[in-house]
């Protein structure tokens, strides 16, 4: 995922890709009394995947580009 490079941080993704109906679901199970609260019935109830890490080249890459849009930006200060 390309997005871990621009963060320069691992990026958790969750199994399920609905996140609405999981999270009504989490919200149905604690309502009906299957789990005691929220954060057990998540635990129990949201699975991810293995964390995607990110490339240290492409966010070095992406740091560069960054650090270049911070510098136009200050010389464009006022202009724009």
């Known amino acids: 995922i390309e997005e ?4 320069d941080a691992p990026i958790l993704v969750p199994k399920e890709r609905d996140a609405t109906a999981v999270g009504a679901a989490v919200c149905a199970a604690v309502g009906a009394g299957i789990h005691k609260d929220m954060r057990v019935a998540i635990r129990e109830m949201v699975h991810m995947e293995e964390p995607h890490k990110p490339d240290a080249e492409l966010s ?8 270049s849009w911070i510098g136009t930006r200050r010389h464009l200060s006022g202009v724009l």
Do not use: D, I, N, S
């Open 4 to 7: 871990t490079a621009v963060l």
């Open 60 to 67: 070095k890459e992406y740091l560069r580009l960054y650090e």
